[in-house]
């Protein structure tokens, strides 16, 4: 799951090599979102502004139903309302030895 208000960009991304994607718009409280299964693989790309004053981080880890859920919070898109750090056994995992997305 990433949180973003640069959405669609990070989306579109799913579809490159031209990988079939099942993609949907959903809502999850105040919150869009843009859910897309990939090679099994289910993405959840939220789109941050239209929840505020809400801290989306803070929705997503309250429920339940998203709990399997890898989250990362896009750092060029951070606000004031983004208070709720990610937890570590929560953070997405990129694979870089070093723990860095790149």
Do not use: H
Not at 14 to 19: C, F, K, N, Q, T
Not at 20 to 49: C, M, N, Q, S, Y
Not at 56 to 78: C, E, G, I, K, S
Request: glycine share 8%.
């Amino acid at each position: 799951m990433v949180f973003t208000d640069e959405a669609e960009q990070i989306f579109s991304r799913l579809y490159a090599g031209g990988v079939p994607v099942k993609a949907e718009g959903i809502k999850i409280g105040l919150f869009f979102a843009d859910r897309g299964v990939r090679d099994g693989k289910t993405f959840i790309v939220v789109v941050k502004l239209n929840g505020w004053p809400q801290d989306a981080v803070a929705t997503m880890l309250a429920d339940p139903a998203y709990a399997q859920y890898r989250l990362f919070n896009d750092p060029y898109t951070m606000t004031k309302y983004d208070k709720t750090p990610i937890p570590p056994d929560r953070a997405a995992r990129f694979g870089c030895a070093d723990g860095n997305p790149r």
